[in-house]
Every structure is written in structure tokens, then in C-alpha cells.
């Protein structure tokens, strides 16, 4: 199985500061056959279902606010919120779809400071 | 707009089944790019993909390893929607389930709201 493991587990940030999350996979999720990264990132507030924020590691999904971006390749990826706002509030889980299981990150809280 | 309407009880008895369905509208359980997972999540094992169901040509599954001796995700063309069975349950199979749509080969896309399984006698 890949092990996706998030850094921080929670993380505090002052509102129109920059939120990092890091996550790290056990092993590579590029595929070398189109170059693409088989990461995405999710949202999960509380009470709610996650939502699709990135996929293909980088590609933001439509109706994502501009300030969510995604990074990295090969084993090693960042979401940043590049000024954060009070609804953003939430779990963030990285996950990857490269190989089954399908695994995901254990999350990361976060929270205003 | 696409949306996933989960039904299916919210307490098992241990050795039981579980049974949940989940209702597709806005799109097609025979999509040929679309496919219809079933995921769980508990403050022990997190968020956790347990299978799903594909057609292209024909119908495929494909599930996870932890629970493939039990589970079987089934469509049910004649009323779009699609179908999660996992037997013989344990207290360590409680969890938060989702239904889900897996668009294309990128991101899961749709959620359903999600039900709430206790394993107890």
C-alpha cells in the first residue's frame, strides 16, 4: 500500500496569512506513461462531505477559490492557501490515486489563529 | 447538477450485512467515463476507499484488499443507482459511509451526505 503522510497534523493561521500543508507518499504517484501525478487534495468541514479542491497535484478544480494551490511531484506535495479566509476552516486530506488501495493522508486541522 | 442520495440503516448487528444503496441523478450509472465508489471514514482508520463499480463495454469492480473478501458493489441500471453489501460485520467496521463519484481518471467529484453505521448487538 502507498502511505500518504500529511505535515502538520494541525496548524494555526492568522486570517489573510499563507497556509502550507506538506504531503509525503511512501512511494512515487507519477505516471511516466502521460506525466501526470495521481494526487489530489480535498476539503472536509465539519458535518460535510469532502470537496474536491486539486487534482493531477496542481490542476485547481472549477469553482475553487484562485487562493488554493497545489505542488510537487513524484512523492512530495503541497496545498497553499495563499491568504487565508475564516471558510476555510477545515480538515485537508491529500489522497492518491495511482495504485489500489486508493489511500489517503490522516488530514490536517486548520485552524484561525 | 449531479447529487448522490445515500439510504441504507444506521445500526448492524455483528455478522450481519450491511446494506447501502445510493441514488445517482444528473448523470448515468453506466457512464463511460464516471465511476461509483463507496468510501468510509472512523477517527481509527480515517478516511478509507473500500471499492467500485465501472462500466466501459462491460461492468467492472475493483476493491480494496482490507475488505474484499466481504464487500461487493453492485450497479442497479434500472434505477440508476448503485449498491454496497459488506457481510459478516464487525464493531470495527462503525463508520461514517460515502458514496461517491469518481470523474474520469482525475477526482472524486461528487459525495453523498454520507450515513452514519454502528456495528452493535
Known amino acids: 500500500d502507498i502511505v500518504m503522510t500529511q505535515s502538520p497534523d494541525s496548524l494555526a493561521v492568522s486570517l489573510g496569512e499563507r497556509a502550507t500543508i506538506n504531503c509525503k507518499s511512501s512511494?512515487?504517484?507519477?505516471?511516466?506513461?502521460?506525466?501526470?501525478?495521481?494526487l489530489a487534495w480535498y476539503q472536509q468541514k465539519p458535518g460535510q462531505s469532502p470537496k474536491l479542491l486539486i487534482y493531477?497535484?496542481?490542476t485547481r478544480e472549477s469553482g475553487v477559490p484562485d487562493r488554493f494551490s497545489g505542488s510537487g511531484s513524484g512523492t512530495d506535495f503541497t496545498l497553499t492557501i495563499s491568504s487565508l479566509q475564516a471558510e476555510d476552516v477545515a480538515v485537508y486530506y491529500c489522497?492518491?490515486?495511482?495504485?489500489?488501495?486508493?489511500?489517503f493522508g490522516q488530514g490536517t486541522n486548520l485552524e484561525i489563529k | 447538477q449531479v447529487q448522490l442520495q445515500q439510504s441504507g440503516p444506521g445500526l448492524v448487528k455483528p455478522s450481519q450485512t450491511l446494506s447501502l444503496t445510493c441514488a445517482i441523478s444528473?448523470?448515468?450509472?453506466?457512464?463511460?467515463?464516471?465511476?461509483w465508489v463507496w468510501f468510509r471514514q472512523s477517527p481509527s482508520r480515517g478516511l478509507e476507499w473500500l471499492g467500485r463499480?465501472?462500466?466501459?463495454?462491460?461492468?467492472?469492480?475493483e476493491y480494496a484488499l482490507s475488505v474484499k473478501s466481504r464487500i461487493t458493489i453492485n450497479p442497479d441500471t434500472s434505477k440508476n443507482q448503485f449498491s454496497l453489501q459488506l457481510n459478516s460485520v464487525t464493531p470495527e467496521d462503525t463508520a461514517l459511509y460515502f458514496c461517491?463519484?469518481?470523474?474520469?481518471?482525475?477526482?472524486?467529484?461528487?459525495w453523498g451526505q454520507g450515513t452514519v453505521v454502528t456495528v452493535s448487538s
Open positions: 463499480t465501472y462500466y466501459r463495454s462491460t461492468w467492472y469492480s
Open positions: 461517491a463519484r469518481w470523474r474520469g481518471s482525475d477526482g472524486i467529484d461528487i
Open positions: 444528473g448523470d448515468s450509472v453506466s457512464s463511460n467515463i464516471a465511476a
Open positions: 512511494q512515487s504517484v507519477l505516471y511516466s506513461s502521460n506525466n501526470k501525478n495521481y
Open positions: 489522497h492518491q490515486y495511482y495504485s489500489n488501495p486508493y489511500t
Open positions: 493531477w497535484a496542481s
